[in-house]
């Protein structure tokens, strides 16, 4: 009996064969394709949670930003300087972290409840001491003022960086507020030494308050 298959056989033998690996190679590439898709769809994903965990982080640093104040306090206070707040916090919590107020501070010249606001410059005055307002050089986010001389309360050396103005006007200053504190920048023109030239150089400089 003949062991050799016959033409036809071989064919379709053959035939089966080349059928058989022709499906495996196409499983093997819808596989391939499969997985390229999921790590793809994959790496977007992870894409969009990194985006996502820096604008988180990005908001939280803001959210910081806002809920902290730096303010300046100074005078009748044991610690002055730089002080770190909460938004919202008042000039008693200040006092307690600038150490407490000193024996000779004067309460009633102060407003322990007021609120503070980022970049004020407090001053506690000394029972006596001739200061009618919690701060001597209010800084405000308002350009135009932040950088001027309050005239009302500012110090000595204060009013000698002022155009025009030597030791002799600057005492002159502080005698004449002393006895009747200023309600317009106009009223210098009343101490003595004090013309329209000189206030028209200083003017844009000082402020009442």
Request: some cysteine; proline content about 2%; hydrophobic content about 35%.
């Given at each position: 009996m003949?062991?050799?298959?016959?033409k036809?056989?071989?064919?379709i033998?053959?035939?089966?064969?080349l059928?058989?690996v022709?499906?495996?190679g196409f499983?093997?590439?819808?596989?391939?394709n499969?997985?390229r898709?999921?790590?793809?769809?994959?790496e977007d994903?992870?894409?969009?949670?990194e985006?996502d965990?820096?604008?988180?982080?990005i908001?939280?640093?803001?959210?910081?930003?806002?809920?902290?104040?730096?303010?300046?306090?100074?005078?009748?206070v044991h610690?002055p300087?730089i002080?770190?707040?909460?938004s919202g916090?008042?000039?008693?919590?200040?006092?307690?972290?600038a150490g407490?107020l000193?024996?000779d501070?004067?309460?009633?010249?102060?407003?322990l409840?007021?609120k503070?606001s980022?970049?004020?410059k407090?001053?506690i005055?000394?029972?006596g001491?001739?200061?009618?307002?919690?701060s001597?050089?209010?800084?405000?986010?308002?350009?135009?003022?932040?950088?001027k001389i309050?005239?009302?309360?500012?110090?000595?050396?204060?009013l000698?960086s002022?155009?025009?103005?030597?030791?002799?006007i600057?005492?002159?200053?502080?005698?004449?507020?002393?006895?009747?504190?200023?309600?317009?920048?106009?009223?210098?023109?009343?101490?003595?030494g004090?013309?329209?030239?000189?206030?028209?150089?200083?003017?844009?400089l000082?402020i009442i308050k």
């Open positions: 003949d062991n050799y298959f016959t036809k056989e071989q064919i033998i053959l035939s089966f064969v059928t058989v022709g499906f495996i499983k093997l590439g819808t596989s391939n499969f997985d898709g999921e790590r793809s769809e994959f994903t992870l894409v969009d949670f985006e965990k820096d604008k988180e982080v908001e939280d640093e803001s959210f910081f930003e806002d809920s902290v104040i730096m303010i300046h306090i100074s005078g009748q610690v300087g002080i770190q707040l909460n916090e008042r000039l008693i919590d200040a006092i307690e972290l407490g000193k024996k501070a004067d309460l009633d010249k102060i407003n409840a007021r503070l980022d970049e004020d407090i001053y005055p000394a029972i001491e001739d200061i009618e307002i919690e001597y050089m209010e800084i405000s986010s308002d350009e135009d003022t932040s950088t309050n005239v009302n309360v500012c110090t000595k050396e204060e000698t002022l155009p025009g103005i030597g030791d002799a600057a005492d002159r200053i502080i005698e004449y507020r002393e006895s009747t504190p200023f309600s317009s920048v106009e009223d210098l023109m009343n101490v003595s004090i013309g329209e030239k000189k206030f028209e150089d200083m003017k844009d000082i």
